[in-house]
């Protein structure tokens, strides 16, 4: 018998969205799998559209938005499958996107975790991305951003899933824990596939899997000052946690020098709130260190079973200076 998967979907006021996505996995073949909505306090009727329109979901309709991560962890804790796979209500599925995640982590048993190749809803001939990689500033690289949807033909291992869809192995999960809950939004993926690589296991990109993403459909309206908080908060605190320390002395360093360089562009152009937003993702991780200091202390003792000499070949991406000139005004449209 095929491995029960666990579908998990958050919601915020994503009502038409979430109705698509909903029916999109109606044509899924793969069976058995069971699929968890988690509204986050939404005001435009979609607690009650799952209700009416999808008896076959379970639904959690929650009095307030916990975000992205707490809503999961809801979710999480009525999972029942051998996978669990986080989905994003502003996609659409394939019919047969589970079935090949599901065959490519029977036959890969280093696998923890895997992605689909994931398609910009506007344009499907183009990518959303392939594959998220740490870069010198602490900074993400994201491979294959818009490129031709042709260029990924074969699976490969990449450093991080996008939480758009990614399919996570149950017993890794309670290996090296889900998201952690001080993230809110944001980052949550990546420090999630981080400890994943610790833990010697792999996260893989398996194109023969197909979804549509239509690029920030969830977050959209979420406030500026929010997703740079919670998007820079979580980037700093995540590599406290995870680096080597010999790579957290070359890669923070430089890393806080970009918060405070942004913190003054900010200021000089009366952008107040994103500077005021980094200024606070700072101060939240000075202010939290004892608790970073527990969490460092469990995932290097405890967790870590492949060193960043090893790890940072496949994290670690190579880019040009004008790839951080085009994600300075990415943070501009935000």
């Known amino acids: 018998m095929a491995p029960r998967v666990s579908i998990l979907i958050a919601s915020l006021n994503t009502r038409e969205l979430l109705r698509d996505c909903l029916r999109s996995l109606r044509a899924v073949a793969y069976q058995p799998r069971e699929t968890i909505v988690v509204d986050n306090g939404s005001s435009d009727g979609t607690a009650a559209m799952v209700r009416d329109e999808f008896p076959e979901v379970q639904l959690i309709a929650l009095p307030a938005n916990l975000g992205f991560v707490g809503a999961n962890l809801r979710a999480y804790a009525q999972a029942s499958g051998a996978y669990v796979c986080f989905l994003n209500s502003d996609t659409r ?16 048993p280093d696998a ?4 689909p190749k994931i398609l910009w809803m506007r344009d499907p001939s183009r990518l959303d991305s392939v594959g998220d990689y740490l870069t010198w500033t602490g900074l993400l690289h994201h491979e294959g951003y818009l490129a031709p949807e042709q260029t990924l033909t074969e699976a ?6 996008k939480g758009a869809c990614m399919l996570f192995r149950q017993s ?21 596939c981080w400890r994943v690589w610790l833990s010697g296991h792999k996260v893989y990109v398996v194109p023969a899997a197909r979804i549509l993403h239509l690029l920030a459909g969830t977050s959209r309206h979420t406030d500026s000052y929010l ?12 590599m406290a946690k995870n680096f080597g320390a010999a790579q957290l002395w070359r890669v923070m360093p430089v890393h ?26 700072v101060w939240w991780n000075v202010r ?27 994290a670690m991406a190579k880019v040009p200076l004008r790839y951080f000139w085009s994600l300075y005004r990415e943070y501009e449209r935000v």
């Not at 806080?256 to 993702?281: F, H, N, T």
Request: with cysteine; net charge positive.
């Open 256 to 281: 806080l020098a970009i918060c405070a360089s942004l913190m003054l562009v900010y200021a000089a152009r009366m952008r107040r709130a994103k500077a005021r937003a980094i200024r606070d993702a």
């Open 112 to 115: 923890g975790g895997c992605e």
């Open 227 to 238: 997703v740079t908080y919670h998007s820079f908060k979580n980037r700093i605190h995540s």
């Open 93 to 108: 599925v394939e019919p047969d996107f589970l079935t090949h995640l599901v065959a490519f982590m029977e036959a890969c």
């Open 172 to 192: 890794v999960l309670r290996l090296v824990g889900l998201f952690d809950e001080a993230y809110f939004a944001y980052f949550e993926e990546t420090d999630l």
């Open 156 to 161: 490969k291992p990449i450093f991080a899933a």
């Open 288 to 314: 939290t260190l004892p608790r970073t200091w527990r969490q460092r202390r469990s995932v290097q003792r405890d967790l870590r079973s492949v060193p960043d000499r090893v790890l940072m070949r496949v």
